[in-house]
Structures are given as C-alpha cells and as structure tokens.
Nanobody, 121 residues
Framework: QVQLVESGGGLVEPGGSLRLSCAASGSFSRITAMGWYRQGPGKQRDVVAVIISDGRTNYADSVKGRFTISRDNAKNTQYLEMNSLKPEDTAVYYC???????????????WGQGTQVTVSS
C-alpha cells in the first residue's frame, strides 16, 4: 500500500498563486513517475502535469507557462506551483504516483485523496 499526502489547496483570487505538495510513503521500491490531475464540476479527470524520474516533464496546453511541476526525490515528494490562476482552474486536484516494487517488473498507480482549488474574486 502506498499513501499520498497532499497539501496546499485553498481559495485564491484570479491572478494569484498556490503551491501544492504531495508526499509518498509506504511499500514501494521506486517512484517512476508522478503527476497532477484535476476534475472540475461536471467534467472528466484530466492530466495537468507529469514528471518522470529522469526529470522530463509534460503539461496540459491550458496550463503551459503558468504551472510548474517539480520533484524532490530524496523526500519522495512532488510539487505543483500554480501562477496566474484563472477561474477555470477551479477543480479538485489529485496527486498520482507510479511505483515499482522490489524484484517486480510491474508498475502500480496510486492516487491521493484530492485537494480543492477554488479561484474566485
């Protein structure tokens, strides 16, 4: 079992900033990838940003230039810095980790509980 602990969500005015964090713990050998996903009201859950163990990143077009994903491998933690926030960024944000276990070739996905981000004046 892998646990993902998220923090940093809340209410912010348009144009403001928030920084989300997600720390992984539990039974795993290595985190191969981490990412952030979001689900707005009445919408499907979509990818926001991902970061691979070698440092490569990928962003949804809607957040490019505004959001930055980063990772602290020593702490098994990822971050999402969100700048120039817009009302359409309002959603529940979920942390995801892809992990491997010792001696196993399979990869497993785990999700955090989600944290609400609301952008409103």
């Amino acid at each position: 079992q892998v646990q993902l602990v998220e923090s940093g969500g809340g209410l912010v005015e348009p144009g403001g900033s928030l920084r989300l964090s997600c720390a992984a713990s539990g039974s795993f050998s290595r985190i191969t990838a981490m990412g952030w996903y979001r689900q707005g009201p009445g919408k499907q859950r979509d990818v926001v940003a991902v970061i691979i163990s070698d440092g490569r990143t990928n962003y949804a077009d809607s957040v490019k230039g505004r959001f930055t994903i980063s990772r602290d491998n020593a702490k098994n933690t990822q971050y999402l810095e969100m700048n120039s926030l817009k009302p359409e960024d309002t959603a529940v944000y979920y942390c995801k980790a892809e992990v491997t276990r010792a001696g196993m070739p399979l990869r497993y996905n785990y999700w955090g509980q989600g944290t609400q981000v609301t952008v409103s004046s």
